[in-house]
């Protein structure tokens, strides 16, 4: 059955914005559409083999995880349509590393400089931009580039991995931050240079949890142990009043935060990461992002969990989007 995305206001109030990112997709402008499917795990969460890894990838800065079982998803799902239920065990037959950090703007830059690599954003000349980035003052010239299902999404000229901003800004002053505006094909193809791959979502959801057992976020259930913030999200009212009291309003460093039980960084906000997977329902053609960004808000999107879930097409692109590659052991 489909759901069109603003039907779900009825059952679940804080579904009419489908995410912090899923309206960015090219083709339906914010119409997202979810449908309820069914599950197929074997088909799902099956670590697909990969020609691309063997041992010939750098593994410092990357942290190798077990094979072994592990409960994936939850039977307490904040967003029932994501299939982020039920709880189930997963069991994984290889073990793998997974990058500690994010792909930063450095690493993409020192692979296009390898490759001359032209990204899907900069191919199509435009990318999804979160409207406060942009001065107060050019917002009003964005009214028909806006993402039907969530406004403050604008699609930009000209805004790219190196100009996230749009053609007159850069990344000089956050080359360790998270690389954005990167599609799912792009991710693909930074892996495979550096002779990795993207995780399996099953695979990226064990590392997020680091051990834990059905705990909300990689570091337990609690949002802020210690009074302390533990991942870049948005406090303050979306979309409007981002207080920034964890230090951030956009990014952060890749390296910012404490890491999890396994050593990771920012597996929750920061960026939404790229994984494998098919999203398995409409639109055709999309993949599975997994753990928020710095627009999450529990208010709307609570989905800077290790279960929660979301999606984009292959070649759709933002800026809270991107990804970390992993590699069999
Ligand atoms: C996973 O397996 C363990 C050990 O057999 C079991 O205790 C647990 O209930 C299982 N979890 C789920 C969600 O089936």
């Known amino acids: 059955m489909k759901i069109q995305c603003f039907l779900l206001v009825i059952w679940e109030i804080s579904s009419i914005f489908c995410d912090c990112g899923c309206s960015t997709n090219r083709h339906d402008q914010g119409q997202c559409k979810i449908e309820s499917n069914e599950i197929n795990p074997s088909k799902k969460y ?11 990838f750098d593994h410092s800065n990357m ?28 069991t994984l037959d290889e073990s793998f590393y997974l990058d500690m950090y994010e792909v930063s703007n ?8 390898a ?39 604008i699609k ?13 800004s850069t990344i000089e002053d956050r080359m360790n931050h998270p690389v954005i505006h990167v599609s799912w094909n792009d991710a693909v193809e930074f892996c495979k240079h550096i002779g990795k791959r993207l995780p399996t979502e099953a695979e990226w959801e064990r590392a997020c949890r680091g051990g834990l057992k059905q705990k909300l976020y990689p570091w337990g259930n609690k949002l802020n142990p210690k009074g302390l913030h533990w991942a870049n999200i948005w406090q303050g009212e979306f979309p409007k009043i981002n207080t920034g009291e964890d230090g951030f ?12 039980k396994f050593g990771l960084f920012n597996m929750a906000g920061n960026v939404w990461e790229w994984v494998q997977d098919d999203w398995h329902s409409d639109p055709l ?4 992002k997994k753990g928020g960004s710095f627009l999450c808000h529990e208010s709307y999107c609570w989905r800077y969990r ?24």
């Open 46 to 56: 099956s670590l697909q083999q990969n020609s691309e890894s063997g041992q010939n």
């Open 63 to 90: 942290v190798l995880i077990e094979a072994g079982t592990f409960e994936m998803g939850t039977n307490k799902p904040v967003f029932a349509a994501d299939l982020e239920g039920p709880a189930r065990n997963v």
């Open 106 to 113: 450095q690493d993409f830059y020192n692979f296009v400089l």
């Open 115 to 153: 490759t001359g690599y032209k990204s899907e954003a900069e191919t199509f000349g435009d990318s999804f931009v979160f409207e406060m980035a942009l001065p107060e003052s050019e917002r009003n010239q964005y009214k028909d580039v806006r993402a039907v299902q969530a406004s403050w999404w």
């Open 156 to 168: 930009l000229k000209g805004a790219s991995w190196k100009h996230p901003e749009g053609a007159l």
């Open 249 to 260: 309003i956009f990014t952060a460093p890749v390296s910012e935060f404490l890491p999890n």
């Open 285 to 288: 053609n999309s993949k599975v």
């Open 306 to 329: 290790c279960a929660a879930r979301s999606f984009n097409t292959k070649d759709s692109s933002a800026s809270n989007l991107g990804f970390r590659c992993a590699a069999t052991a």
